[in-house]
Nanobody, 121 residues
Framework: QVQVVESGGGWVQDGGSLRLSCTTS????????TGWFRQAPGKESEFVAV????????YYGNAVRGRFTISRDHAKETVYLQMRNVRPDDTAVYYC??????????????WGQGTQVTVSS
């Protein structure tokens, strides 16, 4: 059974930092890509970042490039999203998702429940 679990959300002040974690299980035989998406109230889902299996190929959404960093620890089956210099418009529910093709593009196959990030000004 595949599980995708996010953690690390919470409150952070404008300009602060926060690290989100995404731990997967049931996928040890596969070379999958892992991405982060977010959805703010009243807005559509937005791509944040994605890392291919090797970790060498990483892509970021325009709104977060230069401030957020995605990384992965294969031994822990965990992908991190380091958020720096956050802004109030980063407030959203952040979702982790797995792309079984490994390319990080196209449909994502498994999703977590999401973790709330709130940036206070």
């Amino acid at each position: 059974q595949v599980q995708v679990v996010e953690s690390g959300g919470g409150w952070v002040q404008d300009g602060g930092s926060l690290r989100l974690s995404c731990t997967t299980s049931g996928l040890t035989k596969y070379n999958y890509a892992t991405g982060w998406f977010r959805q703010a109230p009243g807005k559509e889902s937005e791509f944040v970042a994605v890392s291919r299996w090797s970790g060498a190929n990483k892509y970021y959404g325009n709104a977060v490039r230069g401030r957020f960093t995605i990384s992965r620890d294969h031994a822990k089956e965990t992908v991190y999203l380091q958020m720096r210099n956050v802004r109030p418009d980063d407030t959203a529910v952040y979702y982790c998702a797995v792309n079984m093709s490994g390319r990080g593009s196209g449909p994502f196959d498994y999703w977590g429940q999401g973790t709330q990030v709130t940036v206070s000004s």
